[in-house]
């Protein structure tokens, strides 16, 4: 009897160490490019998967690698700049799967947002401009300087400080920055609230198609929890065509993470879910990053894709 109750026992806890591994905190900033994994958790993907997934909102991109690998999440939805960057200074992080990638949509949601009272006529009127960025050296604003070099512009002429995504209106009204740079669909809240205008589309003159955010986890967990990857990939690739197809279940889920109302979010299309990330993908940001001198030595881009 006692050695069956031993063996009860020990499944017991086996089965508890089991579900407790496949319980994953996933992080985000407010923005659709995880809308695969908010679609995953709200139509049960995650669920059927044998995963239970709860997602977490971060203030600021830049600082999702350090919720990584102090175990506040497991995988987190960071920027291809910001990964790279954090990369390169030395955290031990890998890519597990696509979440967004750039298109002519999603460009065109992209903007330089400008208070009333500024007066942006063209790319060097931002010179002397304060300027707040959903995270220094991520994907907005490394766009953002790319821009401004292509135009000939010196973006050190600019003064960028970091200002979230959900606190941009406000910022904007109380005349604490000249201009975000944003995307939908905040550029259409502010816009209606008569905050102010939009000064460049500078993502749709730059007309790219790479990654914009990725799912990432630390290494060391990856590789301890092989398949937990392999059911959360399988689940980012069954939500993936819903985001892309099913405007409905799409901008519910989006609402709902984000806190913004339904009829904002439907206002525009989400950006589009790629759930596969190939390595040359981000060959294009670490030429971008490197000659804006944010990467101190040559990424490896085959070790830090996870396989």
Not at 181 to 202: D, H
Request: aromatic content about 6%.
């Amino acid at each position: 009897m006692k050695t069956l109750a031993g063996v009860a026992l020990a499944a017991t806890l086996f089965a508890g160490a089991a579900q407790a591994q496949n319980k994953l905190q996933v992080g985000c900033t407010a923005t659709t490019d995880c809308a695969s994994a908010m679609v995953a958790v709200d139509e049960g993907i995650f669920k059927k998967h044998g995963l239970d997934v709860e997602m977490t909102l971060i203030g600021i991109n830049s600082n999702i690698p350090a919720a990584i690998l102090s175990g506040s999440i497991q995988i987190g939805g960071p920027t291809s700049t910001v990964f790279l960057q954090a990369v390169d200074g030395g955290l031990d992080l890998v890519a597990v799967a696509g979440a967004s990638v750039m298109n002519a949509n999603s460009n065109a949601n992209i903007t330089a947002f400008v208070r009333n009272g500024i007066t942006i006529k063209e790319p060097k009127d931002f010179v002397g401009k304060k300027v707040g960025a959903p995270g220094l050296g991520a994907f907005l604003h490394v766009l953002f300087v790319k821009w401004l070099v292509e135009k000939g512009v010196d973006p050190k002429g600019v003064n960028f400080v970091e200002v979230t995504f959900p606190t941009m209106a406000d910022i904007i009204k109380s005349g604490g920055v000249d201009a975000v740079l944003t995307a939908e669909p905040f550029v259409t809240r502010m816009t209606n609230a008569g905050l102010g205008s939009i000064g460049a589309r500078y993502a749709a003159e730059l007309n790219r198609t790479e990654p914009i955010i990725f799912y990432a986890a630390s290494r060391d967990w990856a590789e301890k929890n092989p398949d937990v990857i392999r059911k959360f990939r399988a689940a980012i690739a069954e939500a993936a065509p819903i985001v892309n197809d099913d405007r409905e279940k799409s901008a519910a889920s989006i609402a709902k993470f984000t806190k913004q109302s339904i009829e904002l979010v439907k206002a525009s299309a989400p950006n589009k879910s790629e759930p596969v990330l190939k390595a040359e993908q981000l060959a294009w940001w670490i030429d971008i990053m490197a000659s804006q001198k944010m990467l101190q030595s040559k990424v490896d881009l085959n070790k830090v894709m996870l396989k």
